[in-house]
């Protein structure tokens, strides 16, 4: 599996309150099409659409309360890709060896349906850092 860009060559930087911006505080290391444009929510996946079996993680501080999350970045796979919306914010992104924390991945690989879509940044849990 080669590693690749979504993102166009746009990075953006953390502040706003707006899930359909890249600088909503849980996209801090997402890669991809959100799927808030595309017909899904911050959590799951568009209809006809269908979660990664694997994924991607990152820390993210809240704008709202200032504590950290874990963020689970699961791409949706299944259908064509979404291509509106397209993010790439990389705060603690690691390289390419260390597959769990690395977003150029195309994650839904593992599925039967390959395919990308978008992606969605689920809250699983408050960071110890938090």
């Not at 299944?78 to 993010?87: A, D, H, I, K, Q």
């Not at 769990?100 to 839904?108: E, L, R, T």
């Amino acid at each position: 599996m080669l590693p690749f860009d979504r993102s166009g060559g746009r990075a953006h930087a953390q502040g706003a309150d707006d899930d359909k911006a890249c600088e909503y505080w849980r996209y801090c290391a997402l890669d991809g099409f959100l799927c808030t444009c595309c017909g899904g929510t911050v959590s799951s996946c568009p209809p006809g659409s269908e979660p990664s079996a694997v994924t991607w993680v990152g820390t993210c501080q809240s704008t709202q309360d200032g504590k950290s999350y874990l963020i689970s970045y699961n791409d949706c796979c299944g259908v064509t890709s979404c291509g509106r919306c397209p993010c790439n914010y990389n705060v603690g992104e690691r390289p390419g060896y260390r597959m769990g924390v690395h977003n150029d991945i195309n994650w839904c690989m593992a599925n039967d349906r390959s395919s990308y879509h978008c992606t969605v940044a689920a809250v699983i849990g408050m960071s110890a850092a938090g």
